[in-house]
Nanobody, 122 residues
Framework: QVQLVESGGGLVQAGGSLRLSCAAS????MGWFRQAPGKEREFVAAISWSGGSTNYADSVKGRSTISRDNAENTVYLQMNSLKPEDTAVYYC???????????????????WGQGTQVTVSS
């Protein structure tokens, strides 16, 4: 069982930045997803177990960077130039398999964090 603890959400003005963190109880491939009110959960970004591969949703590409600190088993999502449409609950997720890739589908993930709220005001 992998435990995930997210942090870093909050309220920010449009154009601002936030860095989300997800600390895991072991080394895993991770992804970030988000869910806005009344909408389905959607993929945001992912990083492979090795850290050598990343994927981004088109909606955040160029504005966000996912990275990992393997010594701390922590994955970060740096989000810049935030827009009101980025407002959502952000969830980190982990894949059980060692050497797993940066998957885009939520069904590829085995463990989920509790979520952290990101609110971007206009």
């Amino acid at each position: 069982q992998v435990q995930l603890v997210e942090s870093g959400g909050g309220l920010v003005q449009a154009g601002g930045s936030l860095r989300l963190s997800c600390a895991a109880s072991g080394r895993v491939a991770m992804g970030w997803f988000r869910q806005a009110p009344g909408k389905e959960r959607e993929f945001v970004a992912a990083i492979s177990w090795s850290g050598g591969s990343t994927n981004y949703a088109d909606s955040v590409k160029g504005r966000s960077t996912i990275s990992r600190d393997n010594a701390e088993n922590t994955v970060y999502l740096q989000m810049n130039s935030l827009k009101p449409e980025d407002t959502a609950v952000y969830y980190c997720a982990a894949r059980r398999q060692k050497w797993a890739g940066a998957a885009l589908k939520s069904t590829e993930y085995d463990y989920w964090g509790q979520g952290t709220q990101v609110t971007v005001s206009s």
